[in-house]
């Protein structure tokens, strides 16, 4: 679909005026892109907050603001940005006249309009998600691919949606290869539970590993349909169920192996909890977890009571089983 992107460079001041314009003209939904916004993130207001920043981002904080509405590319939507840009150049007219004060600043108001087909973007991702071996069992291939599997091969049909979760990126295929060690030769008399399961990969590929009793916790209720369709794709949504809510807050399962893939910090929080709902013996699967954070998850880990059975490592990332 072919649609209209209307874009006004400003200061963080001029932003805030152009969001009350177009509010003002009836428009509700605004894109705003502010460097400030990734710096504080940089600055981790929540402890939590991230793990790992790609490089190129911290490269653009310099940039300038915009904030951003977008119309279908229409005449009368094109008629109706022009008569925008003119409110934007009388906005301007009153900042230079001082009808806002003498020491502010709105930047340029530069309004553009942009046209964008959103075919070259929209499923521009799908080109590299092709079918991959993530253990030695399970194959995932996305549901508009074609796989036949070869001998001894189960295959994990996944579409991520809006969810994290194709099974291509390490985070997810160590921690889905240390499932399928742990899980042993009697899957079947094991039950898991998924923390943040995300689009559902890992608690689907647990029941086509054999396991009856599967449980997915994810607080994005969006993210956790996605999960529930995917298990219905796959044919395991008898043994796989799917929540919505806070980690494993109310969660009341107690699992033989329990499943975490998130990132450091959320992995030390969730350790205490995942302790109190594992069976004795059981084995605690963590993921997303940088190296360089290996060892303070690692000792998080073991300050709850558990043991250090092995660390999986695959480039910049590892996961740990501890029972």
């Not at 806002?100 to 991702?125: A, C, H, N, P």
């Not at 009856?212 to 044919?235: P, Q, S």
């Not at 975490?260 to 969730?270: G, I």
Request: charged share 35%; net charge negative.
């Amino acid at each position: 679909m072919k649609y209209l992107e209307f874009r006004i460079h400003a200061s963080r001041q001029g932003i805030e005026q152009v969001t009350a314009l177009f509010m003002k003209c009836g428009i509700d939904t605004i894109s705003i892109d502010d460097p400030e916004d990734m710096e504080d993130i940089l600055n981790k207001k929540n402890e939590y907050g991230w793990d790992y920043i790609d490089d190129e981002l911290k490269d653009t904080l310099d940039r300038e603001p915009t904030a951003s509405v977008y119309f279908e590319d229409t005449k009368e939507n094109r008629e109706f940005i022009q008569a925008l840009k003119i409110e934007v150049m009388k906005l301007k007219s009153k900042e230079l006249e001082g009808f806002y004060g003498w020491d502010v600043d709105f930047g340029r108001l530069y309004g553009e309009m942009i046209e964008t087909d959103d075919s070259q973007w929209k499923d521009k991702w799908k080109e590299y998600f092709k079918p991959t071996k993530v253990t030695e069992r399970i194959v995932v291939k996305p549901t508009w691919e074609e796989y036949e599997p070869g001998e001894g091969e189960t295959v994990l049909e996944i579409d991520p949606g809006m969810a994290f979760g194709t099974g291509t990126h390490e985070t997810t295929s160590l921690c889905m290869k240390l499932m399928e060690k742990y899980l042993g030769k009697a899957p079947e008399q094991k039950k898991v539970l998924d923390v943040g399961c995300g689009s559902g990969i890992l608690s689907i590929g647990a029941a086509l590993l054999g396991c009856r009793d599967v449980l997915g916790v994810e607080i994005d209720e969006d993210a956790a349909e996605v999960a529930r369709e995917n298990a219905e794709k796959n044919k395991v949504s008898d043994f796989v169920k799917i929540v919505a809510g806070d980690l494993t807050d109310s969660v009341d399962f107690e699992a033989h192996v329990i499943l975490a893939n998130l990132m450091a910090d959320l992995v030390v929080k969730l350790a205490p909890g995942a302790r109190k709902l594992l069976k004795d013996d059981g084995v605690f699967i963590s993921s997303g977890i940088l190296t360089e954070k290996e060892e303070m998850v690692s000792e998080a880990i073991k300050a709850t009571g558990f043991t250090i059975l092995e660390v999986a490592r695959d480039g910049e990332w590892c996961a740990i089983a501890a029972r």
